[in-house]
């Protein structure tokens, strides 16, 4: 096949990815575990154009260049390792994330490309050597290979970093935006200083192992309970240890902190709800299902409150699949 199209979308980690103990394997200091949302997917297809003399990128329409395009040759240079081509390929993408949502990652857009140009090159892999590969791409896109809940094993060479998926119980997620501006650092160039300079780091290391373990104790056992309490603490000790970098790195804006006191009170309400924030200030906040619509309706004032819940892996897309009912 020449060309192929596909479809994934991002994930929002409840243990978090943050730091590299390998940056051109890509492969992380511990392991993290996710949930794959059913919104905001991103579309990708690759064509091989043997007649052109370079690759080319466009995404939403516009077509790329300087660190973007050259991400996505440099990638796409891999899979034409894996596969012995030397051919070029156009590739078009487009991201239904609504701008600066926090949830542009490039998780989605990662695990489209590696699924798309996988099957365009002819490469034929299973699950978890997809997750492999996109991981090449993006640490964070190793998991959106995955539906549902996804464990990124943090692995020892290239063979065993790969996600897979986790049993765990049912839950929905609101995602509280409450700023959409464009992150003053990404998270690649944030997750080097905080190696180099924050000296919360070794513990850092040490305790997300303990998390992620009591995670998947917590996920087998069916306990939400445990599952958000772990989420909650997690992610304010990711926040922590990037606010102790030099000079500082602060994510979270008093908004931010305002939907976590809310949650938490909301909690005593009744209302089960953990709150997570990944590299900018806005909230995801897993709860019950049967709680999620109240859930958002109160978070809402503090900016737009969308429900998701558990959503597919990147999968192979064809035009039938855009024609079919929502
Ligand atoms: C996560 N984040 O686990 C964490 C939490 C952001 C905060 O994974 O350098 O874009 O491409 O491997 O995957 C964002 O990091 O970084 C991320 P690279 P990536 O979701």
């Not at 487009?94 to 099957?119: H, Q």
């Not at 897993?286 to 958002?296: K, N």
Request: charged letters at 20%.
């Amino acid at each position: 096949m020449t060309t192929a199209t596909a479809r994934a979308f991002p994930n929002i980690a409840l243990v978090k990815y943050w730091g590299k103990r390998d940056e051109e394997l890509i492969l992380p200091v511990a392991g993290s575990l996710s949930l794959t949302l059913d919104a905001f997917p991103t579309t990708t297809t690759v064509t091989l154009t043997p007649d052109a003399q370079a690759d080319s990128f466009s995404l939403g329409g516009d077509v790329a260049t300087g660190e973007t395009a050259l991400r996505v040759t440099r990638f796409l240079d891999h899979v034409r390792a894996l596969a012995g081509a030397d051919v070029p390929a156009q590739v078009v993408s487009t991201n239904e994330a609504p701008t600066g949502a926090g949830l542009a990652s490039s998780a989605a857009g990662f695990a489209a490309l590696a699924t798309a140009a996988s099957d365009a090159y002819g490469l034929g892999l299973e699950a978890n050597a997809l997750s492999r590969l996109a991981r090449r791409g993006s640490g964070s896109a190793a998991r959106s290979i995955v539906p549902g809940v996804a464990i990124w094993h943090a692995g020892h060479d290239d063979s065993t970093s790969f996600a897979e998926p986790v049993d765990a119980p049912d839950m929905r997620m609101v995602i509280v935006t409450v700023d959409t501006a464009q992150k003053a650092v990404s998270s690649r160039e944030a997750m080097r200083r905080t190696a180099a300079t924050s000296p919360f780091y070794p513990a850092w290391i040490t305790s997300t192992e303990q998390s992620l373990a009591d995670m998947v104790d917590a996920c087998a056992a069916g306990d939400f309970t445990r599952i958000g309490e772990i989420t909650e603490s997690h992610a304010l000790r990711m926040h922590a240890v990037i606010q102790a970098c030099e000079p500082p790195i602060r994510y979270l804006a008093p908004a931010s902190v305002a939907v976590f006191d809310a949650v938490a009170s909301l909690r005593e309400q009744g209302i089960e709800g953990y709150a997570t924030a990944d590299a900018g200030p806005n909230v995801a906040v897993i709860v019950r299902p049967e709680h999620g619509e109240a859930l958002r309706e109160e978070l809402s004032a503090f900016g737009s409150a969308r429900l998701v819940g558990p959503g597919p892996g990147a999968a192979p897309f064809t035009a039938a699949d855009s024609e079919a009912p929502a």
